[in-house]
């Protein structure tokens, strides 16, 4: 299975906010979107980092309250892991494990196609375990 069905179930949007943007701002939209992280573009398409709940604590012990005025390329991730649609989840799973992240923006050729997180990952598996569930209790009422 592929992070394109994900992507189905889900959707392709995004979250963005500029590289200039105030830490305030990118806390509101954390809330108002209910996500833990933001891909950070200037222009939409491509990808100049990523700006998560933990980058703003971490700001938060190094800045003290003063983080809130500063803007989120001072904050930002820069170097983005990234996937694409055709990758396997299993694939992108073991990455998000091995470098202790949790959103990873799907791209489709350097352009941001969508985002997904450990999240959409634990709902598509547990969407399977049930349908898994559902096909065997058919299975054994009807007696076969």
Do not use: F, W
């Not at 305030?24 to 933001?38: C, F, H, K, P, W």
């Not at 604590?57 to 055709?86: F, N």
Request: with cysteine; charged share 25%; net charge negative.
């Amino acid at each position: 299975m592929t992070v394109e069905k994900i992507l189905n179930q889900k959707g392709t949007h995004a979250s963005v906010v500029a590289p200039d943007a105030k830490v305030a701002d990118v806390i509101a939209t954390l809330e108002s979107e209910d996500v833990g992280a933001l891909v950070v573009s200037a222009n939409g398409l491509t990808i100049d980092g990523i700006i998560s709940e933990r980058d703003i604590v971490r700001g938060l012990l190094q800045h003290g309250p003063s983080v809130l005025d500063h803007m989120v390329r001072e904050l930002m991730t820069k170097d983005v892991i990234t996937c694409t649609a055709d990758d396997p989840v299993a694939g992108v799973m073991a990455i998000m494990d091995q470098h202790n992240i949790r959103h990873v923006p799907v791209t489709d050729e350097n352009v941001l196609a969508g985002i997904v997180s450990i999240r959409d990952i634990n709902k598509l598996r547990l969407d399977e375990v049930q349908a898994e569930a559902n096909a065997m209790r058919e299975y054994i009422s009807s007696g076969r």
